[in-house]
């Protein structure tokens, strides 16, 4: 059996700590030199209701997490009735010995059942039954042959800045008490182990938010007003946790419109400022998109999706918002739009988003979701690449060149490329008025004469034009030529590629990936991927193929088939390797 | 004091005759070239609605934005850059319907700015609806049996909320007008300057004439003091025979939100350069993820 890679799931009630252990989990793990890749599925309340918490380690990257579990930690009855399918034969579930347990069930799926006294335990050698949690992590380690030092510097970190040494130590009592009892009852009975790396290089965890929010930080990013919304509250947190240090100014504002009118009067300004909210709160900030189109106003605003209509399903994840986000606000004006799909290309829009938004001076809009949200990815310090970021604020007349200007400035002077040299309020050449009405090179407003409304309108769309060169296509993955190709966007990409590995792995040259992360304006270069792929397979997280349709408005390429998932729940290579058989089945195609 | 010709606008206001709005320009511009403020110096950011279109017609940093929105935007502009004056100007449906839940707000936050609502107690530009300050019983064209909500009073909302500068000004009497500007502009924190202003095509109840009967200084009442919050809530409701124009009231030695912002202790992001995070910076970044 593999001993390089298992996944271990918490389940309970909101408020039994199965988030936090399991994210205590995963950074003693990445400590250790592991990969790990994490999912977390929770029900919007504070406490009760069913969570559950999903962690691949691996000593190979782990781009996704996979369905089949080998170790559930079970807080509670239900949390084994739920999830006794994913537990593969031969795995194992921890449970408090003070637990009424269905065994039968568990042995008739062929799954080992460890009882251990937690509660007990954790009264007994720390004092405090809210200690079960740090007996579960000790007996978790024990079980997978897991070094405890690692979980050991995780619990002094976490209890000791915040709770004081003698809370610290009295958890580090438990943790060795119960590492010591699993381990001598069920150590040999569990067959997958966990090995530390011997000299791994340092890796770093996190998710997308934080990773999106460090490279908006990176790119310049001085400004954020935000209303809270599940699940992009932590950019906005993030952000507001370094903004002393960085002299950021966070504001949390009284609703959406606000909070995305506030972004834009900083930017206007100068700041490179944002706000990052979810579908609903998209809705409402629509109109005053369209003002940063026809101001031309350099803002971003990050969409992190999820499932709709109207309050929808708040803490589950979803790719439903595309073609909304793709025409929102009234009449026509250029945006851009981006859809990071991991970590690494999270940190990448962070930075990438400001520049394309002071570039052609219109929003910029970063489709997100609540996986990539709250995922947590282990990655090398290369997924990251502080090295790479650039500050470009496109054609920005600095006080020098205004200085020496001769003739009147006009903000909107009709251009080639359709970008006007921009000046910012605040200097003596540059005054100037900014009008959401149509207007003049010079700003005048309501200049509706035709000749006039000729020139501004297309001036602006044309931003599109250089916009579109420069978009980045869609990344190949896998081998150049195949029997099926998969096209993706956003967030499923590590759930591709790992499905496309394994169809390649059983059949050589079955299958490869063409994966989006620059969707609007749709990239030029797209159209020749496409053309190399035979079979053409969309796979998304929508009901009616969103992708699909803008692909085939953009190209005249109609994928060939459709996978889609709307339950909320993220995709998986086990998904969609499941509803590749039936594809394959209804053509009778012979490459899956 | 600079001139007043450094104000004028290039463009020609479109205001129907003797609408108010020309006396709130007028005396907008007089309070400008009084403080000497520069055209660069300033930035006026308005809404929609006929005297929204103020930013058009003085010579001066302007961005007229959408309904109801101008003040959220203004704030944006003066936290990312506190080193300019930023004036909001918005109407009375902008201000307090649409825009109804930034005015309670920005009362609240204290940021440096002015806001100047142009009250003709009616909704102009869509030609004769009624507003959120309409008198209860106003007819319009959508309230034919006349309007059954009482008006909103901004003056004593804003004083409930905690505004620090709450006042009146009439648009017949710009001289003064000015001199409230004035004073609004150079309060820190939240200025409100509410100004009645007569819509002569719309509003055929709330005239010239109608307030030249009513309103009287307070500045000229040797017993009122702006600074008794108690007298300014009493003021707020007068209304019918009387009708007080002035600083209702004033708290001085409030900080202003920015203020009390760390991270503005070194000017506003706008002002600031832009330069790439430092190896120390990434570094300590970096270590929060170990």
């Given amino acids: 059996m593999a001993v390089h890679e298992l996944s271990i799931k918490l389940a309970g009630e909101a408020g039994q700590g199965v988030e936090s252990n399991g994210a205590g989990f995963a950074r003693a793990a990445a400590r250790a030199g592991l990969y790990v890749y994490t999912a977390s599925d929770y029900m919007s309340r504070i406490r009760g209701g069913h969570n559950s918490y999903l962690l691949r380690i691996s000593d190979q990257k782990a781009r996704v997490h996979r369905d089949s579990v080998h170790l559930l930690l079970a807080f509670n009855p239900h949390a084994i009735t739920a999830h006794l399918h994913e537990v593969v034969p031969g795995g194992a579930i921890i449970v408090d010995e003070g637990m009424r347990i269905p065994e039968d069930p568990v042995k008739a799926a062929g799954l080992q059942l460890f009882p251990l006294p937690l509660k007990d335990l954790a009264e007994r050698v720390g004092g405090s039954k809210i200690m079960l949690n740090t007996a579960a992590l000790g007996a978790t380690a024990a079980v997978t042959g897991f070094d405890l030092a690692y979980v050991e510097g995780v619990i002094r970190d976490n209890f000791g800045s915040k709770k004081g040494a003698a809370v610290a130590e009295a958890n580090l009592k438990v943790a060795r008490a119960a590492y010591e009892l699993a381990g001598d009852r069920y150590g040999r009975r569990f067959p997958w182990k966990l090995h530390a ?23 310049g990013c001085r400004f954020i007003s935000a209303y809270p919304m599940t699940p992009a509250s932590s950019i906005f947190e993030w952000l507001t946790a370094h903004a002393q240090r960085f002299n950021v100014v966070s504001k949390q504002m009284e609703d959406e419109i606000a909070a995305v009118t506030m972004a834009i009067g900083a930017a206007y300004v100068g700041a490179r400022a944002m ?38 399903m708040p803490t589950r994840s979803d790719q439903g918002d595309l073609l909304f986000v793709t025409h929102a606000s009234q009449g026509e004006f250029p945006r851009l739009i981006l859809a990071p799909g991991n970590v690494r290309q999270c940190f990448e829009a962070g930075y990438r988003a400001f520049n394309l938004a002071e570039r052609y001076q219109t929003p910029v809009i970063v489709l997100t979701n609540g996986f990539l ?117 956003g967030s499923t990409l590590g759930a591709l590629q790992e499905a496309v590995d394994e169809l390649n792995r059983s059949r050589p040259g079955s299958a490869n990936l063409l994966h989006f992360t620059d969707l609007w304006p749709f990239p030029a270069s797209a159209e020749g991927a496409l053309a190399r792929a035979r079979q053409l397979v969309v796979v998304e997280e929508n009901q009616t193929g969103q992708f699909a349709r803008l692909l085939r408005a953009e190209t005249g390429r109609r994928p060939d088939h459709l996978i889609t998932r709307i339950d909320g729940r993220a995709m998986t290579p086990d998904y969609i390797l499941e509803n590749l058989k039936e594809v394959a089945l209804h053509v009778g195609s012979q490459a899956v | 004091m600079l001139d007043l010709k450094l104000y004028k606008s290039e463009n020609k206001p479109t205001w129907c005759p003797g609408c108010g709005d020309f006396g709130i320009l007028n005396a907008v511009k007089q309070a400008l070239a009084d403080l000497e403020i ?14 929204s279109k103020l930013p058009d017609y003085i010579n001066a940093n302007g961005f007229t934005t959408v309904h109801g929105r101008a003040l959220p935007v203004a704030q944006g502009a003066k936290l990312a850059h506190p080193g300019l004056h930023v004036v909001a100007v918005t109407g009375d449906g902008d201000g ?30 869509t030609k004769g609806q009624y507003s959120p300050t309409s008198a209860k019983g106003f007819v319009s064209s959508t309230t034919p049996e006349g309007a059954i909500e009482r008006a909103v009073n901004p003056l004593a909302l804003a004083l409930a909320n905690g505004a620090t500068f709450v006042a009146r000004g009439f648009s017949g009497d710009p001289k003064h007008l000015a001199s409230l500007f004035a004073q609004a502009l150079k309060h820190p924190g939240y200025a409100l300057v509410d100004v009645l202003q007569p819509c002569v095509i719309y509003n055929r109840l709330n005239t010239y004439d109608f307030y030249e009967q009513r309103v009287y200084r307070l500045e000229e009442d040797a017993n009122y003091d702006p600074h008794d919050p108690e007298q300014a809530w009493q003021r707020a409701h007068e209304w019918g025979e009387r009708i007080p124009i002035g600083v209702l009231y004033q708290e001085s030695g409030v900080p202003t939100y920015e203020e009390q912002v760390p991270a503005l202790a070194q000017g506003g992001p706008a002002q600031r350069p832009m330069p790439p995070l430092t190896e120390a910076e990434r570094e300590a970044l970096l270590a929060e993820l170990v």
């Fill in chain 1, 197 to 219: 790396v011997e000299d791994a290089p340092r890796r770093y965890l996190l998710n997308g938010n934080q990773a999106l929010a460090m490279g908006a930080l990176a790119g």
């Fill in chain 1, 275 to 312: 706000t990052a909210t979810s579908g609903g709160g998209f809705s409402l900030m629509v109109e005053a998109l369209g003002l940063a189109g026809m101001a031309e106003v350099p803002l971003v605003v990050v969409d992190a999706q999820r499932p709709g209509p109207s309050t929808g």
């Fill in chain 1, 373 to 489: 949200a709250s995922s947590l990815e282990t990655v090398d310090a290369q997924d990251l690449p502080f090295d790479e970021v650039r500050i470009d604020r496109g054609e920005l007349l600095d006080a020098a060149a205004l200085d020496g200007l001769e003739e009147p400035y006009a903000r909107f002077r009709v251009t080639e490329s359709g970008v006007s040299p921009r000046a910012l309020p605040g200097h003596p050449k540059a005054v100037y008025t900014t009008p959401s009405d149509e207007h003049t090179e010079y700003g005048a407003f309501e200049s509706e004469d035709v000749a006039n409304r000729l020139q501004q309108q297309p001036k602006r769309m044309r931003k599109l034009e250089a916009a579109r060169a420069e978009m980045n296509g869609p990344s190949l993955y896998g081998p150049g030529e195949a029997d099926v190709t998969l096209v993706g966007w």
């Fill in chain 2, 38 to 51: 520069w055209p660069h110096e300033v930035l006026f950011v308005s809404g929609i609605g006929c005297g």
């Fill in chain 2, 96 to 125: 307090y319907g649409i825009g109804g839940n930034h005015f309670l707000h920005a009362i609240r936050r204290n940021i440096d700015i002015t806001h100047i609502v142009e009250d003709n107690l009616v909704y102009g530009l």
